[in-house]
């Protein structure tokens, strides 16, 4: 199973720019807003990893962090503090009581991931939960382009595919969209729908209507309700439609079940 990381954070902002990417690259992760909220999920679900702001309602990190190692069921869980005190002393207060790592916000994705890397080890380069699907691709023959707005969600996701063997493009708008697809011709692109420059569906409508892109399946995975854009999605040729953050085994299943269908 993928390692559990529990962020706890009274900012949600800041709880769904970590939880994209790192739902992306392969972790399950699992949010707090406050201090009792924390505890008591890292009591059930036993996370591999605590990533604790300090400044929380119910009472602040250095409580959560003394509680979580007085607790037989957490004593080991090692924290990552993302605070936004600037400086050495904040730092050296967290590491005293107990943080393996203090990060000072605002935190950069990739850097966090680093970290989470250094505090558990690497992901494993195969994901178990895909067990006994049958397919017929090579992932490191494969291009797949991501468009999406979100910086984070592109290095998450990017992380992620690289990690199966794939080889990636990525676009943050619509225009640049059509660019790169015309430049990399992908095998298969994953594709937002609210974007700068226009819609996601006009990349679908365009990729449709140009010969050397006309055939690209495309999984959409969008922050909308799915069920909202599916009948137009899979009209212009979606063969799937996902919300986000999808779990890493459900994007790689309709990755896969994709390139399948156009074997």
């Known amino acids: ?25 392969g972790y399950i992760v699992l949010t707090a807003d406050d201090a009792m909220t924390a505890q008591r999920v890292a009591v059930r679900e036993q996370p591999n990893v605590v990533v604790l702001d300090l400044k929380l309602p119910a009472g602040d990190g250095y409580q959560v962090m003394t509680r979580l190692g007085e607790l037989p069921a957490t004593a080991g869980t090692p924290v990552i503090v993302m605070a936004a005190e600037a400086g050495d002393a904040g730092r050296v207060r967290a590491l005293a009581a107990g943080a393996a ?3 000072s916000k605002p935190v950069d994705i990739q850097y966090l991931l680093a970290t989470l890397r250094y505090v558990l ?3 494993a380069p195969t994901d178990t939960s895909l067990d006994g699907i049958e397919s017929f691709h090579d992932p490191t023959t ?8 979100d910086p984070d969600v592109r290095l998450g996701l990017t992380m992620m595919l690289k990690t199966h063997g794939y080889r990636v493009a990525a676009a943050g708008d619509t225009i640049s969209a059509i660019h790169v697809g015309v430049a990399e011709h992908p095998d298969l692109a994953i594709l937002d729908i609210g974007l700068p420059g226009g819609e996601g569906f006009i990349v679908m409508e365009r990729f449709r209507s140009l010969p050397a892109l006309s055939s690209v399946p495309v999984v959409v995975l969008t922050g909308r309700n799915p069920e909202s854009v599916r009948a137009r999605a899979e009209s212009l040729g979606a063969v799937a439609v996902l919300g986000k953050p999808a779990s890493s085994p459900d994007l790689l299943r309709a990755i896969s079940a994709a390139f399948d269908g156009f074997a």
């Open 101 to 103: 790592e203090y990060l």
């Open 121 to 123: 080890g690497p992901l």
């Open 1 to 25: 199973m993928p390692p559990k990381v529990l962020i706890v954070d009274a900012d949600i902002t800041a709880r769904m720019r970590a939880l994209v990417p790192l739902s992306a690259a």
């Open 142 to 149: 494969k291009t797949i382009l991501i468009v999406d707005d």
